[in-house]
């Protein structure tokens, strides 16, 4: 049997009703930007497999700190004891995120690391036992994670609906754009008493359709926030290392967060990780002699040595001299492309920030992530050799940083014919 026949009979996919499911691909190897199925075909992974490949894969730098750990230390419980690379990985990351974060909190991937500061802010305020606060701000098409914390702060869509019942209360509020700010700012001011956080996916909502929305109005959401003593969490689980043109896209704001979440290319793709990282004020709400006020919460992966080691490895990379001018040059590609094909008839938006270029294309009343252009896009591109995974009827480009031009330009081509035939 091959591989997908053999897949077939033993596995169940994510995301995917396995009753007309497509043939999975069969893939072997993974080199720079591209991938290998077992008949030789080569693929451009021009989403970075799920947004967290961004050096590439199989890079050797990665490869070669992973292997040189897995002889010294593979495991250890991380209650009660620490290592090297866990320490290292706080100590050169904190400095790098935006504002005064102080400390990190290991988890196993974005949805838990979100789960994480979830329940730093709701036990927060049991704490400080300033007031009881246990409403949560979220965006209405906001996707923070499929762990029921996760989904509870996630707009309501086919990925919750079996268990909305279930889910906990959260106010949902609307991008902010100049012509409801003052609304949402006022909705804010209103609920102040009752809200422990402010959840949100700065500049960019990922699974939410890659929606993008500007830093000022962001600003004066965490503004009015602080205001009122409302925490607020930084999801760049997606946007975070680079992906928005900068190394976080917090760093757009005047105005910063007191919790981040941060997973995907974390550790360049290599394996799961996850990291909460809080401020002083949110760490000092639990430091105390009543043991009640610990936060109890742990995986039996917490800073796995070798997930810690890759993610070191990944910040060497993103860190050294050739990486930034990557990602300009991606950016300006990715603009200028925008640029050539905005307007288009067969497009209702086309959108970009940084690396990250979104086409949204129209259905009329068919515009839903079930959308039957799905699978026509997904099988065109993998028919010319590009993995691109639509949203629905939005087709999105993460590439890694790097990426060539020439598969650049091969993969806009690509979607210029997309265009004209489909």
């Not at 994510?14 to 893939?27: S, V, W």
């Not at 956080?197 to 960019?204: G, L, Q």
């Not at 005047?254 to 981040?260: A, G, H, L």
Request: charged letters at 20%; proline letters at 5%.
């Amino acid at each position: 049997m091959s591989l997908t026949e053999r897949d077939q009979k033993v596995i169940w996919h994510p995301y995917t009703q396995m009753k007309n499911a497509l043939p999975h691909i069969p893939i072997v190897k993974g080199e720079g930007a591209y991938l290998f199925d077992e008949e030789g075909n080569r693929y451009i992974d021009a989403v970075s497999s799920w947004w967290v490949n961004i050096h590439g894969h199989a890079h050797p730098h990665i490869a070669e700190k992973v292997s040189a750990q897995l002889k010294t230390l593979e495991h250890v419980i991380f209650a009660g004891f620490t290592h090297e690379p866990a320490v290292q990985l706080a100590e050169r990351l904190l400095p790098l995120l935006p504002g005064d974060q102080q400390k990190v909190f290991y988890t196993d991937n974005g949805s838990t690391a979100v789960e994480v500061a979830l329940k730093m802010c709701l036990q927060y305020w049991v704490n400080t036992s300033k007031q009881s606060r246990s409403k949560i701000i979220a965006f209405k098409d906001a996707y923070h994670g499929d762990t029921f914390g996760a989904m509870s702060v996630s707009g309501r869509s086919i990925f919750t609906n079996p268990f909305n019942a279930l889910l906990f209360d959260v106010e949902f509020i609307d991008l902010p754009n100049e012509q409801n700010i003052a609304q949402l700012k006022a909705k804010i001011n209103y609920l102040s008493n009752e809200v422990a956080c402010f959840i949100f996916e700065p500049m960019v909502l990922g699974a939410g359709g890659m929606l993008m929305y500007e830093a000022q109005y962001l600003d004066q959401l965490i503004e009015t926030c602080q205001q009122h003593g409302i925490l607020t969490i930084a999801d760049e689980v997606m946007t975070g290392f680079g992906r928005t043109g900068k190394y976080f896209s917090c760093e757009a704001l005047s105005t910063k967060p007191d919790i981040f979440c941060l997973s995907k290319g974390l550790t360049g793709g290599t394996m799961p990780l996850g990291v909460t990282t809080c401020n002083q004020k949110i760490f000092d709400a639990f430091l105390s002699d009543d043991k009640l006020k610990t936060l109890y919460h742990g995986h039996s992966f917490t800073a796995n040595p070798i997930a810690c080691t890759a993610s070191l490895a990944s910040l060497d990379i993103l860190l050294s001299p050739e990486t930034l001018p990557n990602i300009q040059r991606i950016t300006a590609r990715h603009k200028e492309f925008a640029q050539q094909i905005s307007g288009h008839p067969k497009l209702k938006d086309v959108r970009q920030l940084g690396t990250i270029l979104v086409m949204e294309w129209e259905t009329g009343t068919d515009s839903s992530y079930l959308s039957e252009l799905r699978n026509k896009l997904y099988l065109f591109f993998l028919g010319k050799g590009i993995i691109l995974r639509p949203l629905g009827n939005i087709i999105y480009i993460l590439p890694p940083y790097i990426i060539n031009d020439e598969d650049l330009m091969y993969i806009y081509q690509t979607i210029t014919e997309a265009l004209n035939d489909i």
